[in-house]
């Protein structure tokens, strides 16, 4: 088990901001997705939505524990009409929503199931043995996965028109701006045309209410429909309210809060050519080598120790603060802060639990995989 591949969630897609930063600390990412790739992307994974340089080399692997099989033309059939049809096709899809399912029935839910009952029927009784219920809830977690990465990949478009705006420019005519307003040429004073666009720029990063919780609930219900090649003692995520979530639900089952054993710092992002960023990535992984081979043995032994829970982290990873030092120093040489910006990349301990029990339904059992024993939850950001 190299404890330093990691598995992703909840999104299904990794952005360009998040790509190089997450390759330069961890050897492989693994990423869930709801619809299973062509012939064409399996064999050539660079050509899938979404893909980087990294996908080349293996750096990012994915996964589809339920595969749609014959369902799945019909399937992206139903997304093209999810964003190309404006009638009440769509509006009764807005019925979707993985909280209902979470409730029992009420009479009035009876006609919301009724539509989607119909609008699935038929799909993915052949893939599985699941009843209805539980087929009816993994198609919405699908959908709901599915229209979170349309969503994502829409807003990482506007951000990218969004960058091309220089702050420095924008304070420069806001500076022009007051002079003129000082001057008493009150004719001359126009209204700030990048306002509007600053709003937006902020309301963007700003997650909307309930999403991330969600498209959690929906992630993991993919996760535990089928089993993965192997258990992974680590996940990620840069979505720091599902990391919340997490982390809530373990001091809540163990009565105890996880430990910080490790935070090192990965540049905000890194841009530019992408080949280019690629060379620079692989260069700083190789110079890195050592020192990550043996994190990766003392983070293994950790994952598999059963020894008492301590309330000191460098009791656990007596060698933690070295680690960090050596790694921030060697990021700044590579990627200076004044250029790259900075992000923390904090490692938590869930002792005595592995991450996939944190997702599991009461009585359903942990996961699918393989047990792992202790669990290793890092946070970007």
Same mark, same amino acid.
């Given at each position: 088990m190299n404890t330093l591949e990691t598995l992703y969630f909840p999104d299904t897609v990794l952005t360009a901001q998040q790509q190089f930063p997450l390759a330069l600390f961890f050897s492989v990412i693994h990423l869930l997705q709801p619809v299973e790739p062509d012939g064409a992307t399996?064999?050539?994974?660079?050509?899938?939505?979404?893909?980087?340089?990294f996908m080349e080399t293996g750096f990012c692997q994915v996964h589809t524990p339920s595969p749609l099989g014959a369902d799945r033309d019909r399937f992206l059939h139903l997304l093209h009409d999810i964003r190309s049809r404006k009638d009440s096709y769509v509006e009764q899809l807005s019925y979707l929503s993985l909280a209902s399912l979470s409730a029992p029935a009420t009479?009035?839910?009876?006609?919301?199931?009724?539509?989607?009952?119909?609008?699935?029927?038929?799909?993915?009784?052949?893939?599985?043995?699941?009843?209805?219920?539980?087929r009816l809830a993994l198609w919405q977690a699908r959908l709901v996965l599915s229209m979170a990465e349309i969503l994502d990949r829409e807003e990482e478009e506007l951000a990218l028109q969004l960058a091309t705006i220089d702050d420095q420019e924008i304070a420069l005519f806001r500076q022009l701006q007051g002079e003129i307003r000082e001057s008493g040429e009150e004719d001359a004073a126009v209204e700030d045309p990048f306002q509007e666009l600053l709003e937006l720029r902020q309301k963007m990063n700003q997650p909307r209410p309930g999403m991330i919780k969600n498209r959690l609930r929906a992630w993991s219900r993919l996760y535990l429909s089928g089993p993965l090649p192997e258990a992974l003692a680590i996940w990620t995520t840069c979505r720091r309210e #599902?990391?919340?979530?997490?982390?809530?639900?373990?001091?809540?089952?163990? %009565? $105890?809060?996880? +430990?910080?054993?490790?935070?090192?710092?990965l540049p905000a992002a890194i841009e530019g050519d992408r080949k280019e960023m690629t060379g620079e990535v692989a260069r700083f992984r190789e110079a890195m080598r050592p020192q990550m081979a043996e994190l990766t043995a003392a983070l293994a032994a950790?994952?598999?120790?059963?020894s008492p829970v301590l309330d000191v982290a460098t009791s656990l990873l007596p060698q933690a603060e070295q680690w960090q030092e050596h790694w921030n120093s060697s990021l700044e040489s590579a990627f200076p802060?004044?250029?790259?910006?900075?992000?923390?990349?904090?490692?938590?301990?869930?002792?005595?639990?592995?991450?996939?029990?944190?997702? #599991?339904?009461?009585?359903?059992?942990?996961?699918?995989?393989?047990?792992? %024993? $202790?669990?290793? +939850?890092?946070?970007?950001?």
């Open positions: 399996a064999t050539d994974p660079s050509s899938a939505p979404g893909s980087h340089p009479r009035g839910d009876q006609s919301k199931q009724t539509i989607i009952t119909s609008l699935l029927q038929g799909m993915d009784e052949k893939n599985g043995p699941l009843n209805e219920e539980a #599902a990391a919340d979530i997490l982390l809530e639900r373990y001091e809540k089952e163990r %009565g $105890q809060a996880p +430990l910080l054993i490790l935070q090192v710092d950790l994952v598999a120790s059963k802060a004044r250029q790259y910006g900075r992000s923390p990349l904090s490692i938590y301990l869930l002792a005595g639990m592995a991450c996939s029990e944190l997702i #599991a339904p009461a009585g359903q059992g942990a996961s699918p995989a393989p047990a792992i %024993g $202790q669990g290793l +939850l890092a946070v970007c950001g």
